[in-house]
């Protein structure tokens, strides 16, 4: 199976900042990487398809880059609703291996 | 508009199985899979299985070969999934969700709601 591994699990920013998060996959998954944001008590949201792909409706401050094993999601500038946990996923072979998920908190 | 409706929460005692539904509306059933995916309380996302809800073939984690069937009823829109010998660590919140497979890429595009099961004696 495929491990994904995001860094950092948490992080704590303001609004208006620029932030990264980081997923590795342990081999080459070309760019078959998505992005999603999840809610306390809600269902995923699907973001970003294709390592860089925005779903139709994610605001433009979402991005994603990368291919291979090393994948980047990054929010330019960050809105309160932006707070939520953020998982990647891959979607090159079965199992559909998540990553473990890093929290975005408000400092 | 694409809408997947979950059962509702389940109490189930060790060594019991669950069978939760998915009713999918809003668009054409057999020409998306549907994935099952479940989340622990607190914890992460984790892939279980994805059926195709043509042909009816499924396929699924390691994990869970063996304890899992997934089954779907095209005149309903339906699909269910069945988990055998629960034990305590199945306790979680169990989503489907639509598979769309756009050029150079594969991904959940809608969502239910999800069902708690909770294993319990």
């Known amino acids: 199976d495929i491990q994904m591994t995001q860094s950092p699990s948490s992080l704590s920013a303001s609004v208006g900042d620029r932030v990264t998060i980081t997923c590795r996959a342990s081999?080459?998954?070309?760019?078959?990487l998505n992005w999603y944001q999840q809610k306390p008590g809600k269902a995923p949201k699907f973001l970003i398809y294709?390592?860089?792909s925005l779903q139709s409706g994610v605001p433009s401050n979402f991005s994603g880059s990368g291919s291979g094993t090393d994948f980047t999601l990054t929010i330019s500038s960050l809105q309160p609703e932006d707070f939520a946990t953020y998982y990647c996923?891959?979607?090159?072979?079965?199992?559909?291996?998540f990553g473990q998920g890093t929290k975005l908190e408000i400092k | 508009q694409v809408q997947l409706v979950q059962s509702g929460a389940e109490v189930k005692k060790p060594g019991a199985s669950v069978k939760i539904s998915c009713k999918a509306s809003?668009?054409?059933?057999?020409?998306?899979?549907i994935h099952w995916v479940r989340q622990a309380p607190g914890q992460g996302l984790e892939w279980m299985g994805i059926?195709?809800?043509?042909?009816?073939?499924?396929s699924f984690a390691q994990n869970f070969q063996g304890r899992v069937t997934v089954t779907r009823d095209t005149s309903t829109s339906t699909v269910w999934m069945e988990l055998s010998s629960l034990r305590s660590e199945d306790t979680a919140v169990y989503y489907c969700?639509?598979?769309?497979?756009?050029?150079?890429?594969?991904?959940?595009?809608?969502w239910g709601q999800g069902t708690l099961v909770t294993v319990s004696s």
């Open positions: 059926i195709n809800t043509s042909g009816g073939s499924a």
């Open positions: 081999q080459s998954i070309s760019t078959y």
């Open positions: 294709a390592a860089s």
């Open positions: 969700s639509r598979d769309y497979i756009p050029l150079g890429g594969r991904y959940s595009d809608s």
């Open positions: 996923q891959q979607s090159y072979n079965t199992p559909y291996t």
């Open positions: 809003g668009y054409s059933f057999t020409s998306y899979y």
